[in-house]
């Protein structure tokens, strides 16, 4: 993957704001979102090659929010995908030129895409990344902090801030493959997902070091609300098991696709530990 972003990163010309972003870029991370894109994808038979635009779109996306995640306004950490956090590594204004190049950066390598509903797959993209998808889920986040939260706010909030970029693969490759009446059911496939995934992520805040995990694990030292303060440890697990087996079950019933793929990277997000 590495070598891909890195493709649609020559063009940038070189700078300080270039090498913060391969920074960020190239450090790593699990690659879910193109993974996801990738095998969908090949569930629909397409060329790994036609998702590889997006793919790389989709992680220049969500390496910028993260950059911005991490800066001193909003979560203020320093440890990110096992290294120095963007702002820390550099300074906070090249940290938000990194996100704000990302992001201009994912659309230019989405533009690259030769399939003929690019139009859409971008439309898509700016709805699941922007003010209506992820920024919403990061602001009702921000005023969370602030206020009491109950479980099905906090959904809501995940719902944005996790789900839409974990949606947008998945209807991505739908109408890559032409396959528009799939897009919806997919939106709701990756919500499910990201509650899962967001959930396992509280349960792994709570038990691993910030070295183990990679990245700073704040959550209960910063009195903040997840799924196990308001849900309990147990049920929280129980209610995870379950969407990740439901949404399983919603991929297999999909007709002319082959879900093999797909499962088998939901298992090993399932089994994540970091
Ligand atoms: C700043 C607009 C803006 C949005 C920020 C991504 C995000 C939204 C916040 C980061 C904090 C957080 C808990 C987000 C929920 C999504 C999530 C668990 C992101 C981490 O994704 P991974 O685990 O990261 O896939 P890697 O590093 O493996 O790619």
């Keep these: 993957m590495n070598d891909l972003l890195q493709a649609y990163m020559a063009d940038v010309p070189e700078s300080r704001v270039k090498d913060a972003m391969l920074y960020s870029l190239l450090a790593g991370g699990k690659r879910i979102r193109p993974n996801l ?38 979560d203020n950490d320093d440890l990110r995908r096992g290294r120095p956090t963007c702002h820390k590594q550099f300074d906070e204004a090249t940290a938000i030129l990194a996100g704000d190049g990302l992001l201009t950066q994912a659309f230019a390598a989405a ?8 139009g859409e797959c971008i439309a898509v993209l700016a709805e699941m990344a922007g003010p209506a998808g992820m920024v919403l889920g990061q602001c009702l986040d921000m005023a969370e902090e602030t206020g009491t939260t109950g479980w099905e706010e906090l959904k809501t909030v995940h719902k944005y801030k996790t789900g839409c970029l974990l949606s947008a693969p998945l209807m991505i490759a739908a109408l890559l493959a032409g396959r528009k009446e799939d897009v919806q059911e997919w939106h709701r496939i990756g919500d499910d997902i990201g509650l899962a995934f967001q959930i396992q992520d509280d349960i792994l805040d709570q038990i691993l070091t910030p070295e183990e995990f990679g990245k700073s694990t ?21 209610l995870m098991n379950r969407l990740y087996a439901e949404s399983r079950e919603r991929i297999h019933s999909f007709g002319n696709f082959n879900s093999a793929p797909l499962l088998e990277l939901i298992d090993s997000i399932q089994n994540r530990r970091n």
């Design 37 to 74: 894109l990738f095998a969908a994808a090949e569930g629909y038979g397409l060329e790994k090659a036609e998702a590889e635009p997006f793919a790389c779109a989709i992680e220049m996306i969500h390496t910028y929010s993260l950059i911005h995640d991490d800066l001193p306004a909003m």
């Design 218 to 238: 704040s959550d209960e030292d910063n009195g903040k609300v997840t799924s196990i303060s308001l849900l309990g440890r147990e049920k929280a697990e129980e």
């Design 111 to 118: 533009s690259k895409s030769t399939n003929a509903d690019k």
